[in-house]
T-cell receptor
Protein backbone atom coordinates (compact mmCIF):
# COMPACT_ATOMS: atom_id res chain seq x y z
CA UNK A 1 0.00 0.00 0.00
CA UNK A 2 1.23 3.52 -0.73
CA UNK A 3 1.65 6.38 1.72
CA UNK A 4 -1.63 7.91 0.56
CA UNK A 5 -4.83 6.87 2.32
CA UNK A 6 -8.41 7.63 1.37
CA UNK A 7 -11.65 7.29 3.31
CA UNK A 8 -14.22 6.03 2.88
CA UNK A 9 -13.34 3.32 0.37
CA UNK A 10 -16.96 3.02 -0.73
CA UNK A 11 -19.77 5.57 -0.57
CA UNK A 12 -23.37 5.39 -1.68
CA UNK A 13 -25.32 8.62 -1.55
CA UNK A 14 -28.55 10.10 -2.77
CA UNK A 15 -28.69 13.13 -4.99
CA UNK A 16 -29.69 15.39 -2.10
CA UNK A 17 -27.05 14.22 0.35
CA UNK A 18 -23.90 16.02 1.44
CA UNK A 19 -20.80 13.96 2.02
CA UNK A 20 -17.04 14.41 2.08
CA UNK A 21 -14.12 12.35 0.83
CA UNK A 22 -10.89 12.48 2.78
CA UNK A 23 -7.32 11.99 1.62
CA UNK A 24 -4.18 11.95 3.74
CA UNK A 25 -0.60 11.57 2.61
CA UNK A 26 2.27 10.55 4.86
CA UNK A 27 5.05 11.23 2.36
CA UNK A 28 5.93 14.83 3.20
CA UNK A 29 4.72 15.98 -0.20
CA UNK A 30 3.55 19.48 -0.99
CA UNK A 31 1.22 18.89 -3.93
CA UNK A 32 -2.08 17.00 -3.81
CA UNK A 33 -4.51 16.10 -6.56
CA UNK A 34 -8.06 14.85 -7.07
CA UNK A 35 -8.81 12.69 -10.11
CA UNK A 36 -12.02 11.12 -11.36
CA UNK A 37 -11.82 7.67 -12.96
CA UNK A 38 -14.83 6.55 -14.97
CA UNK A 39 -15.12 3.35 -16.97
CA UNK A 40 -13.55 3.51 -20.42
CA UNK A 41 -12.41 7.11 -19.99
CA UNK A 42 -8.99 8.54 -19.22
CA UNK A 43 -8.32 9.73 -15.73
CA UNK A 44 -9.68 13.24 -15.38
CA UNK A 45 -7.72 15.70 -13.30
CA UNK A 46 -10.13 17.69 -11.15
CA UNK A 47 -8.14 19.84 -8.74
CA UNK A 48 -4.53 20.53 -7.81
CA UNK A 49 -3.21 22.04 -4.61
CA UNK A 50 0.40 23.12 -4.27
CA UNK A 51 1.58 24.19 -0.82
CA UNK A 52 -2.10 24.37 0.26
CA UNK A 53 -3.04 26.76 -2.54
CA UNK A 54 -5.41 25.65 -5.29
CA UNK A 55 -3.56 25.93 -8.58
CA UNK A 56 -5.83 23.99 -10.89
CA UNK A 57 -9.58 23.65 -11.27
CA UNK A 58 -10.23 21.68 -14.40
CA UNK A 59 -13.71 23.08 -15.09
CA UNK A 60 -15.22 20.98 -12.33
CA UNK A 61 -18.91 21.61 -11.47
CA UNK A 62 -19.47 23.54 -8.26
CA UNK A 63 -21.21 20.56 -6.65
CA UNK A 64 -17.63 19.36 -6.02
CA UNK A 65 -15.82 21.56 -3.51
CA UNK A 66 -12.22 20.82 -2.52
CA UNK A 67 -10.52 21.83 0.69
CA UNK A 68 -6.85 21.60 1.62
CA UNK A 69 -6.28 22.65 5.25
CA UNK A 70 -2.61 21.62 5.20
CA UNK A 71 -0.15 19.87 2.90
CA UNK A 72 -1.04 16.45 4.30
CA UNK A 73 -4.82 16.53 4.02
CA UNK A 74 -7.20 17.01 1.14
CA UNK A 75 -10.97 16.85 1.17
CA UNK A 76 -13.60 16.73 -1.54
CA UNK A 77 -16.98 17.95 -0.38
CA UNK A 78 -19.92 16.64 -2.34
CA UNK A 79 -23.46 18.02 -2.55
CA UNK A 80 -26.43 17.55 -4.86
CA UNK A 81 -24.54 15.12 -7.06
CA UNK A 82 -25.88 13.51 -10.21
CA UNK A 83 -25.87 9.81 -11.12
CA UNK A 84 -23.21 10.50 -13.76
CA UNK A 85 -20.87 11.53 -10.94
CA UNK A 86 -20.63 7.89 -9.92
CA UNK A 87 -16.98 6.94 -10.37
CA UNK A 88 -13.76 6.09 -8.59
CA UNK A 89 -12.25 9.20 -7.05
CA UNK A 90 -8.51 9.05 -6.67
CA UNK A 91 -6.29 11.24 -4.58
CA UNK A 92 -2.60 11.62 -5.38
CA UNK A 93 0.38 13.52 -4.06
CA UNK A 94 3.79 14.52 -5.33
CA UNK A 95 6.80 16.35 -3.98
CA UNK A 96 5.55 19.54 -5.52
CA UNK A 97 3.70 20.62 -8.60
CA UNK A 98 5.93 21.16 -11.58
CA UNK A 99 8.73 18.87 -10.47
CA UNK A 100 9.75 15.81 -12.44
CA UNK A 101 8.72 13.38 -9.74
CA UNK A 102 5.97 10.86 -10.02
CA UNK A 103 2.60 11.07 -8.33
CA UNK A 104 1.63 8.61 -5.63
CA UNK A 105 -1.98 7.49 -5.60
CA UNK A 106 -4.35 6.41 -2.87
CA UNK A 107 -6.67 3.40 -3.27
CA UNK A 108 -9.62 5.57 -4.24
CA UNK A 109 -13.19 6.03 -3.07
CA UNK A 110 -15.80 4.20 -5.12
CA UNK A 111 -18.76 6.61 -5.23
CA UNK A 112 -22.25 5.60 -6.27
CA UNK A 113 -24.92 8.28 -6.63
CA UNK A 114 -28.48 7.00 -6.62
CA UNK B 1 -1.68 20.29 -26.67
CA UNK B 2 -0.49 17.26 -24.83
CA UNK B 3 -1.98 13.86 -25.56
CA UNK B 4 -1.22 10.22 -25.05
CA UNK B 5 -2.62 7.22 -26.88
CA UNK B 6 -2.79 3.60 -25.88
CA UNK B 7 -4.04 1.93 -29.04
CA UNK B 8 -4.92 -1.43 -27.48
CA UNK B 9 -7.79 -1.83 -25.03
CA UNK B 10 -6.53 -5.29 -24.12
CA UNK B 11 -3.38 -7.33 -24.58
CA UNK B 12 -3.39 -11.08 -24.09
CA UNK B 13 -0.18 -13.03 -23.56
CA UNK B 14 0.76 -16.46 -22.31
CA UNK B 15 2.74 -16.75 -19.12
CA UNK B 16 6.47 -16.85 -19.81
CA UNK B 17 6.16 -14.99 -23.10
CA UNK B 18 7.39 -11.44 -23.60
CA UNK B 19 4.83 -8.69 -23.38
CA UNK B 20 4.55 -5.21 -24.88
CA UNK B 21 2.00 -2.55 -24.02
CA UNK B 22 2.05 0.32 -26.48
CA UNK B 23 2.00 4.05 -25.83
CA UNK B 24 2.48 7.04 -28.10
CA UNK B 25 2.48 10.65 -27.03
CA UNK B 26 2.36 14.20 -28.24
CA UNK B 27 3.84 17.19 -26.42
CA UNK B 28 5.22 20.49 -27.56
CA UNK B 29 8.30 20.42 -25.34
CA UNK B 30 10.44 17.68 -23.84
CA UNK B 31 8.27 14.84 -22.59
CA UNK B 32 8.20 13.42 -19.11
CA UNK B 33 6.74 9.92 -19.50
CA UNK B 34 5.32 7.57 -16.89
CA UNK B 35 3.81 4.12 -16.61
CA UNK B 36 1.40 3.17 -13.86
CA UNK B 37 -0.36 -0.09 -13.05
CA UNK B 38 -3.75 -0.51 -11.40
CA UNK B 39 -4.84 -3.75 -9.77
CA UNK B 40 -8.53 -4.37 -9.02
CA UNK B 41 -9.93 -2.11 -6.30
CA UNK B 42 -6.61 -0.34 -5.92
CA UNK B 43 -5.16 3.02 -6.84
CA UNK B 44 -2.49 3.51 -9.46
CA UNK B 45 1.01 2.30 -8.65
CA UNK B 46 4.05 3.92 -10.23
CA UNK B 47 6.14 1.57 -12.38
CA UNK B 48 8.74 3.71 -14.10
CA UNK B 49 9.43 7.07 -15.69
CA UNK B 50 11.55 8.71 -18.35
CA UNK B 51 12.75 12.25 -17.77
CA UNK B 52 16.10 12.38 -19.51
CA UNK B 53 19.13 10.19 -20.12
CA UNK B 54 19.16 6.57 -21.30
CA UNK B 55 16.29 5.70 -23.58
CA UNK B 56 15.79 2.33 -21.88
CA UNK B 57 14.27 2.76 -18.46
CA UNK B 58 14.01 -0.07 -15.94
CA UNK B 59 11.30 -0.10 -13.33
CA UNK B 60 9.48 -2.18 -10.76
CA UNK B 61 8.56 -5.86 -11.08
CA UNK B 62 10.91 -6.47 -14.02
CA UNK B 63 9.22 -3.98 -16.34
CA UNK B 64 11.11 -1.69 -18.66
CA UNK B 65 10.19 0.88 -21.27
CA UNK B 66 11.98 2.35 -24.23
CA UNK B 67 11.74 6.01 -25.10
CA UNK B 68 11.78 6.52 -28.87
CA UNK B 69 11.82 10.18 -29.75
CA UNK B 70 11.51 9.74 -33.51
CA UNK B 71 8.44 7.55 -33.15
CA UNK B 72 7.12 9.47 -30.11
CA UNK B 73 6.59 6.19 -28.34
CA UNK B 74 7.19 4.83 -24.86
CA UNK B 75 6.22 1.15 -24.98
CA UNK B 76 6.19 -0.91 -21.82
CA UNK B 77 7.90 -4.30 -21.98
CA UNK B 78 8.70 -7.33 -19.92
CA UNK B 79 10.77 -10.30 -21.11
CA UNK B 80 8.69 -12.96 -19.36
CA UNK B 81 5.10 -12.32 -18.30
CA UNK B 82 3.58 -13.60 -15.05
CA UNK B 83 -0.08 -14.29 -14.34
CA UNK B 84 0.23 -11.78 -11.50
CA UNK B 85 1.05 -9.06 -14.07
CA UNK B 86 -2.58 -9.11 -15.16
CA UNK B 87 -3.87 -5.60 -14.46
CA UNK B 88 -4.73 -2.28 -16.06
CA UNK B 89 -1.75 -0.28 -17.32
CA UNK B 90 -1.73 3.47 -17.85
CA UNK B 91 0.75 5.57 -19.77
CA UNK B 92 1.00 9.25 -18.85
CA UNK B 93 2.83 12.24 -20.24
CA UNK B 94 3.72 15.64 -18.97
CA UNK B 95 5.20 18.48 -20.93
CA UNK B 96 8.47 19.32 -19.22
CA UNK B 97 8.15 22.86 -20.46
CA UNK B 98 5.42 25.29 -19.57
CA UNK B 99 2.71 23.06 -18.14
CA UNK B 100 2.93 20.40 -15.51
CA UNK B 101 -0.44 18.74 -16.04
CA UNK B 102 -0.14 14.96 -16.22
CA UNK B 103 -2.22 13.49 -19.05
CA UNK B 104 -3.19 9.83 -18.87
CA UNK B 105 -4.08 7.39 -21.61
CA UNK B 106 -7.27 5.36 -21.51
CA UNK B 107 -5.47 2.31 -20.19
CA UNK B 108 -4.64 -1.15 -21.54
CA UNK B 109 -5.83 -4.26 -19.80
CA UNK B 110 -3.14 -6.90 -19.73
CA UNK B 111 -4.33 -10.48 -19.37
CA UNK B 112 -1.66 -13.12 -18.81
CA UNK B 113 -2.90 -16.67 -19.26
CA UNK B 114 -1.31 -19.65 -17.48
Amino acid sequence: ETGVTQTPRHLVMGMTNKKSLKCEQHLGHNAMYWYKQSAKKPLELMFVYNFKEQTENNSVPSRFSPECPNSSHLFLHLHTLQPEDSALYLCASSQEQGAAGEQFFGPGTRLTVL
Amino acid sequence: AQSVAQPEDQVNVAEGNPLTVKCTYSVSGNPYLFWYVQYPNRGLQFLLKYITGDNLVKGSYGFEAEFNKSQTSFHLKKPSALVSDSALYFCAVRDGGDTDKLIFGTGTRLQVFP
